[in-house]
């Protein structure tokens, strides 16, 4: 079946614009997350959604990041008034009730010029 | 909140020997213990897991050991080939259901 997956790809965005990424979950899942991971480093934790219960924000690193997920299924990622620093890969995730493992999408290269 | 760090950065090993990657962990609470694998360009990919009620798993050449009173577990890999070159990451999840990653091990298999 069809996994995880993101749009765009890549994207290159002038410091100070927003951007938005997207994630469309596997079919069914109900845990859906959000990690940052800059060059050569790990998987850092940005925002975890179950169900319809309040999202898990602990990970988002300024108020510049925030993220919705519509109708329990896709989930969009904002960055506003980018920053160099928020250069990165952009993963996310989805994770079936009962279930442990986390399913990742390909990410979304971000490159803020 | 939860703590994961990873050693070590980088493993070269030739192929046919054993590689072993370590992880310690600071919450006593974790309870689900994943290894995920990306190769380059590609996404992370679940290669086993252990839960805290077990000390140790196999899957063919890759086994996953637990210490909980440690509070640390490992990787091996035997036998290795060229195509286990790749990062690894350990990762360690409380109550929250939230994975917390360390920072990843680049292993590379000299054929």
């Known amino acids: 079946g069809a996994g995880v997956s993101q749009s765009p790809s890549n994207k290159v965005t002038e410091k100070g614009k927003d951007v938005e990424l997207r994630c469309d979950p596997i079919s069914g899942h109900t845990a859906l997350y959000w990690y940052r991971q800059s060059l050569g480093q790990g998987l850092e934790f940005l925002i975890y959604?179950?169900?319809?219960?309040?999202?898990?924000k602990s990970g988002l690193p300024s108020d510049r990041f925030s993220a919705e997920r519509t109708g329990g299924s896709v989930s969009t990622l904002t960055i506003q008034r980018t920053q160099q620093e928020d250069s990165a890969v952009y993963l996310c995730a989805s994770r079936p009730s009962g279930s442990e493992t986390q399913y990742f999408g390909p990410g979304t290269r971000l490159l803020v010029l | 909140g939860e703590n994961v760090e990873q050693h070590p950065s980088t493993l070269s090993v030739q192929e046919g020997d054993s590689a072993v990657i370590k992880c310690t962990y600071s919450d006593s609470a974790s309870n689900y213990f994943p290894w995920y694998k990306q190769e380059l360009g590609k996404r992370p990919q679940l290669i086993i897991d252990i839960r805290s009620n077990v000390g140790e798993k196999k899957d063919q050449r890759i086994a996953v050991t637990l210490n909980k009173t440690a509070k640390h577990f490992s990787l091996h890999i035997t036998e290795t080939q060229p195509e286990d070159s790749a990062v690894y990451f350990c990762a360690a999840r409380n109550s929250s259901y939230k994975l917390i990653f360390g920072s990843g091990t680049r292993l590379l298999v000299r054929p």
């Open positions: 959604f179950q169900g319809n219960s309040a999202p898990d």
